[in-house]
């Protein structure tokens, strides 16, 4: 069987209608991204940190149009896969094909988002710079160790709430669910960068626990639905 990428990719392509490509693949990302360098300019580093919250809630309200409901006892989202005998294989690859998507989705509003604030903020008057700059006020090692955290962090949290969020079918669950993805990952992140305060090199081991829950996370949201599928193979 083909396991390539393009394989794994045009699997994934399978369940996404062309609105949902539009919003999720670039206006999402880059509506976010231009309003975390806006929140930068004037708020420093703070703006990277909202865009990444308001990404958190984004991901689980939009899964809702991919694979919501599919983990839902009366679910009739995989009936059609049953007439396939590849139906097993599209799915693992649409889940694993998705799960990087958001790893790169969050991977690059932080980056992006981060730089661009670095060329506007100015004249952060009022803001502790502790505060304005909780991120770049470190060394290059430090900043780059931060960045990952929030990253791995906000995945982790984001890949958790759609886990949660499917098994429900509603829009109004996937926004409740959303919004305590959002104040889950905030909290989380602040108390993070808090804790790991400069110059400490504490941010590597946070680094170290945020990609054992990112992974631990992802093997779990794969295989919540993959049972769901492989159930609805024999009607269970």
């Known amino acids: 069987m083909d396991f390539s990428i393009g394989k794994r990719i045009r699997s994934y392509i399978v369940f996404t209608s062309i609105p949902y490509r539009v919003a999720v693949w670039l206006v999402i990302p880059a509506g ?11 708020f420093g580093d703070i703006g990277l940190l909202f865009a990444l919250i308001l990404l958190e809630g984004a991901e689980v309200l939009s899964d809702s149009w991919l694979f919501g409901g599919i983990q839902a006892k009366d679910s009739e989202k995989i009936d059609y896969l049953k007439s396939s005998g590849r139906g097993m294989a599209v799915m693992g690859s649409a889940l694993v094909i998705d799960l990087a998507r958001k790893l790169l989705t969050d991977l690059g509003v932080a980056v ?12 952060l008057t009022g803001i502790p ?23 791995l962090l906000f995945y982790s949290v984001s890949v958790l709430g759609t886990f949660l969020s499917r098994y429900g079918s509603t829009v109004y669950g996937n926004m409740l669910i959303g919004y305590g993805a959002m104040i889950l990952a905030g909290l989380a992140g602040i108390f993070g960068q808090m804790l790991s305060g400069y110059p400490s090199n ?8 945020a990609a054992a829950a990112a992974v631990g996370v992802s093997i779990l949201a794969v295989k919540a639905a993959m049972k769901k599928v492989r159930g609805g193979y024999y009607d269970e």
């Open 32 to 42: 976010l991204t231009a309003l975390g360098v806006w929140g930068g300019s004037r």
């Open 112 to 123: 992006l988002t981060y730089c661009l604030i670095g060329q506007v903020k100015t004249g």
């Open 129 to 151: 710079e502790s505060v304005a700059d909780f991120v770049s006020m470190g060394n290059v090692f430090q900043e780059t160790g931060s960045l990952a955290y929030l990253v």
């Open 202 to 209: 504490l941010i590597f081991l946070l680094d170290l626990l």
